[in-house]
């Protein structure tokens, strides 16, 4: 395969920077270090081999993986990503960013992530289904309803979720909708979780101007990233009045200060065309775009996307994380010091899982909520997380990353505390 399989750098910096996280919290509460070694560690990991028959009849071998990095609170839950980043220690990284999200939103669920190493974009239909038949064959055994809850990430979506659906029912011979969420609604998905990672941040911005005194018609936004995060966090933000001045893709993007068209945006996306093509504005690159000066920025794409490099020259007042691990700990120091007020992604993102959770919920008792009661539900849970930020911050004068990340990792090592160590 032409794709490093173990050991490239941005899943060793990606982890280096989740562990790095993970001390700094540690230290600042005191942690037992008996504990903070334990979460150190992912519980479980398994790499498995997919070999997949291409569409020209040969065969390849694609490296999947899976790891559960905590199951302390509940069930293992996280994504599953097709992309040729995707690498042990990117995953763990990953993980590990789950099992504080989902303890910060105080959902009962441990944290995991999965993900097979592939240029999902070169592939065919044919070719991604049948990978992904095998690759659900494969952790079969390390997944299910109770035990890990796999759901859409970068370049996997619904359909892929229902592949894995079908394929774990046909093994286990009845239909098991709640070994995956993020399905479509007719197989037992939920309505709102499609939106929910991207309008959740977008409601936390809302949180923030009010905190910050502004108002969402006078502000400008740039998102990097259009896919299900940043291209519903682009059109959110439009709709409350929020100029969007530029917007990219992975190959790049489109600058222009007097705003930008984002449903005819959103359209031209739909037909497979680049965001860089859209006409109305001046091309920019992935780089460029996170220096353009502007009051709302939503890194919504990869990792280590802001980092003590590019930190100085960033102008933004809000800094919206929907993308997981997007800024590293030394870039957080820079911006802080600037005043940026930041919604880490750890909280940010959360409202994709949160709806996930709601989706499980809902799976288990064979009753479905209509969108209002999932939006007022989602709302909850999100404010009172952010509020749990806020203060935190501000009692231990702290940045609001070092904040959600002791919150959520002060929770899960009270309860491995009180379930104690086994044997
Ligand atoms: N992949 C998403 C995340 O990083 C959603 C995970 C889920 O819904 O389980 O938060």
């Not at 509940?74 to 995707?86: A, E, L, M, N, T």
């Not at 930008?260 to 959103?266: G, N, Q, R, Y």
Request: proline fraction near 5%.
């Amino acid at each position: 395969m032409p794709f490093p399989q173990q050991g490239n750098t941005e899943g060793q910096a990606a982890l280096k920077e989740a562990l790095a996280q993970l001390d700094h919290a540690a230290e600042r509460l005191s942690l037992d270090p008996n504990l903070a070694e334990r979460l150190r560690h992912a519980k479980r990991s398994l790499i498995v081999n997919v070999p997949v028959r291409m569409d020209d009849g040969h065969v390849t071998s694609f490296t999947g993986y899976r790891v559960q990095h905590n199951v302390t609170l509940g069930p293992g839950k996280g994504g599953i990503r097709y992309s040729p980043s995707v690498n042990l220690e990117e995953v763990t990284a990953l993980s590990m960013w789950m099992t504080w999200k989902c303890a910060l939103m105080n959902i009962p669920f441990g944290g995991a992530k999965g993900g097979v190493c592939c240029d999902a974009t070169k592939m065919s239909r044919g070719e991604l289904q049948r990978m992904t038949r095998r690759f659900t064959f494969e952790i079969f055994n390390f997944i299910g309803p109770d035990k890990d809850i796999p759901a859409p990430d970068m370049y996997t979506n619904e359909q892929t979720m229902a592949w894995i659906m079908d394929t774990y029912s046909t093994q286990v011979g009845h239909s098991v909708p709640g070994v995956v969420t993020g399905k479509p609604v007719v197989i037992g998905g939920s309505v709102g979780r499609r939106e929910a990672t991207g309008g959740g941040l977008v409601n936390l911005v809302g949180a923030a101007l009010d905190h910050l005194g502004l108002k969402a018609e006078k502000m400008t936004a740039v998102v990097q990233g259009f896919g299900n995060v940043g291209s519903v966090a682009a059109q959110e933000l439009s709709k409350r009045g929020v100029r969007v001045i530029a917007v990219s893709d992975v190959d790049g993007g489109i600058f222009n200060q007097a705003g930008l068209d984002v449903e005819a945006l959103v359209h031209h996306v739909d037909w497979k065309q680049p965001v860089g093509a859209f006409s109305g504005g001046v091309p920019v690159t992935n780089a460029e775009i996170l220096e353009i000066p502007c009051d709302i920025l939503v890194p919504a794409a990869t990792a280590g996307q802001i980092t003590a490099e590019n930190a100085p020259r960033i102008r933004c007042r809000i800094l919206a994380e929907g993308a997981n691990g997007p800024t590293t700990l030394d870039a957080d120091r820079i911006l802080e010091d600037a005043g940026v007020f930041i919604i880490p992604d750890i909280l940010g993102n959360a409202g994709g899982v949160t709806v996930s959770y709601f989706e499980w919920v809902q799976d288990s008792q064979n009753y479905f909520w209509d969108l209002p009661e999932i939006q007022l539900r989602l709302e909850k849970i999100m404010r009172r997380a952010f509020n749990e930020v806020m203060a935190l911050s501000a009692e231990r004068k702290v940045g609001h990353r070092m904040a959600a990340l002791m919150i959520g990792i002060s929770r899960v090592a009270e309860a491995m505390r009180l379930r104690g160590l086994y044997p």
